[in-house]
């Protein structure tokens, strides 16, 4: 049994910088979590209009409506079994900025052969992942459907009130580095949010997440 990422991703997996494995090699057989933490050099939002739609986001811990530069951060993945017996990886992301840190929450899954990520304190909103890695051993991460569960409420969530991310991450050997750069935008209006940054990364054995890291809730429906 290996890594949701490494079943996801196929032979392609092994095409990735060893340390990108590593990193996303993170599971229950591995037995080990990896705590990044670094910083961010820039984090910005799109124009003025944008700050409603991630102020939403904020509420559920699926957006981060802040803006700066050089702003600490930390990234928590954790493996865990959910209450459904799926294993789960957290990717919890901390950013220190403003008078309270600003907090990104998401859970992922496998299921039937994607990953399926799940957003926010609530795990309301489940994402299908692309995974791929790049000519140089990056990861190169694109989101792809969308769907909202709430109660009784599931339907396939409008690409037009919400975003497509594309995120990109590569290891830099000559400065011992994880290097990270994120843009989310919306198919119509353009630029959502974005930042870029460095990280280094601690491994520690890990069988399961703090509860500090899990979702209020844990969604069946993916």
Not at 39 to 54: A, C, E, H, Q
Not at 164 to 177: F, K, T, V
Request: net charge neutral.
């Amino acid at each position: 049994m290996t890594s949701i990422f490494e079943r996801a991703m196929g032979d392609d997996f092994r095409r990735l910088h060893p340390m990108l494995q590593r990193r996303f090699g993170v599971g229950l057989e591995a037995g080990e979590a990896c705590i990044g933490r670094g910083v961010m050099s820039t984090i910005r939002r799109g124009p003025w209009w944008t700050v409603p739609f991630l102020q939403v986001g904020r509420l559920r811990s699926i957006l981060v409506p802040v803006v700066g530069e050089d702003v600490p951060f930390t990234i928590e993945c954790y493996p865990y079994s959910d209450p459904f017996r799926r294993e789960t990886v957290t990717f919890v992301r901390e950013y220190a900025v403003g008078r309270s840190p600003s907090r990104f929450d998401a859970t992922m899954v496998l299921d039937a052969g994607r990953i399926v990520d799940y957003l926010g304190t609530h795990q309301h909103l489940a994402v299908d992942l692309e995974l791929r890695a790049d000519d140089e051993g990056g990861l190169e991460l694109r989101s792809g459907a969308q769907r909202f569960h709430e109660g009784p409420a599931s339907f396939a969530f409008p690409m037009l009130a919400s975003g497509r991310a594309l995120l990109r991450e590569r290891w830099d050997d000559a400065a011992e580095r994880f290097e990270i750069d994120l843009e989310v935008r919306n198919d119509r209006f353009g630029f959502l949010f974005g930042y870029r940054g460095t990280f280094t990364c601690e491994w520690i054995p890990a069988v399961d997440a703090p509860e500090r890291l899990k979702p209020v809730r844990h969604e069946r429906r993916t």
